[in-house]
């Protein structure tokens, strides 16, 4: 993995890249017709003015050809946790932890109360790429507040105290694309964090992950009608390990139940592109058809029981 890092261009950036550029590739869309907006996403992206030239329509066949759905699959994510938040602030939400943040630039896009208080949580490295590339001028900045930790081997804990993080407030986390990239340990101790943070407050969770079935049985991952499965879902790993960022961490839908249960989370929502499809792309026009609707990860939302 060394070497491959070492080699890569990518400086531990490259899948924050790569969904910072479906999100690019979105936003080009005739805004009757895209589901997310974001227009800071070409600043993170290598080649951002090409993929502008070539147009959404362009862009968006040449990933059906590689992984049909993939496209579709983390821009529904990005506003499936865009609604959360916006939901969850309009109910009172006081504070919101945006947990391996990458390139995601929900705390400008959104229009959030000024009440809601946001941290940032990322490798220093990336965190420091993204503070570079963000104009100075931003809305909703005075209410963030960047907090470095690397899972791996750092405690949240420490690092969102010493950021000023409230434990009497309401707070939603989000976990956007990452429990792949984090092993199970890492993974377990932020639940156990996040469950002693906010042990006098509500807290929702927000993760997505990979089922196990991904490398065990991509038909049954993927689902019915899914065409090439375990030649895409080849792709897909492969991909990420190529840029340094190896998919390690698979769940099954009862191990992840059984981690979140053990820290007083219980699961309110989990869905698939599948389930979305109707919800954000139906209305707009691009309804997925059966062969394009990679399940690739499950979008959970959890709530504590506090
Ligand atoms: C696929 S990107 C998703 C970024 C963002 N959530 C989004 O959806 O645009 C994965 C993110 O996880 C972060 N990440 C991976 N391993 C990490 C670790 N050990 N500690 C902190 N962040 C990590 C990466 O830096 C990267 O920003």
Redesign the pocket.
Known sequence: MKAAMSESIFR??G??Q???KQ?LIESIAKPEERIINDPYADRFVLGASFIKLMGHKLNVWLAENLVPGFHEH?IS??RFIDDLIKKSAASGVEQYV???????SRAHRLELPSSLRIFE???P??QARKRSKLPKELPNLENITYVA????H?SLTEQLMDAGFDQSKSTVF?????SQ??TKE?FDSMIKEMAALTQKANSIFFVSYASELLNKNPEACFGKGYPNAEKRAKLITYG?AKVG?PWISFYGAEEIESVLSQNGYSIKENVTLKDLNSRYFAPVGRTLSENQLLQLEHFLVAKSQN
Not at 98 to 104: E, H, Q, R, T, V
Not at 149 to 152: A, G, N, R
Request: net charge negative; glycine share 10%; proline share 0%.
């Open positions: 531990k950036d899948t924050a790569g969904v910072a999100r983390l994510r990005t945006i947990l391996g943040a990458g390139y995601d949580v990322d490798q490295e990336v930790v690397d899972f791996s750092q989000t976990l956007e694309g990452v990239y984090i890492a990420s960022e």
